[in-house]
């Protein structure tokens, strides 16, 4: 008995490339009652597996930036915070500068050579 894989459908298989906020809300709209449309810091925790300290420590860190409400309690955007998880990147808005590194200069008191 030789069973053939077939390859599944488009439909079945994972979409590629980043998330968008429509995949990522259809996925927990079932889901609503554990993981509401704004998290306290235990559910964040729970839906990222990160714990409660490094997710403050991300936090300050500016990791979240589009999905993070920086206030007491810590709260944050579920599906904004989703993505921000799954996709890695941080907001276009925010768009980090690359760091370069300034030349060290290479001034001494004596560069001349003594003369004889």
Do not use: C
């Amino acid at each position: 008995m030789n069973k053939q894989h077939t390859r599944p459908s488009s439909a079945a298989s994972p979409p590629s490339g980043p998330l968008t906020i429509e995949e990522v809300a259809a996925a927990l709209a079932p889901l609503a009652d554990q993981f509401p449309p704004i998290l306290s810091l235990e559910q964040a925790a729970k839906l990222s597996h990160y714990t409660p300290g490094s997710l403050k420590k991300l936090v300050s860190q500016d990791r979240f930036p589009d999905s993070a409400i920086r206030a007491r309690p810590l709260r944050f955007w579920r599906d904004r915070f989703t993505l921000e998880v799954f996709n890695g990147t941080t907001s276009p808005r925010r768009s980090a500068k690359p760091f370069k590194e300034e030349p060290k200069a290479t001034h001494h008191a004596n560069t001349e050579t003594p003369k004889r």
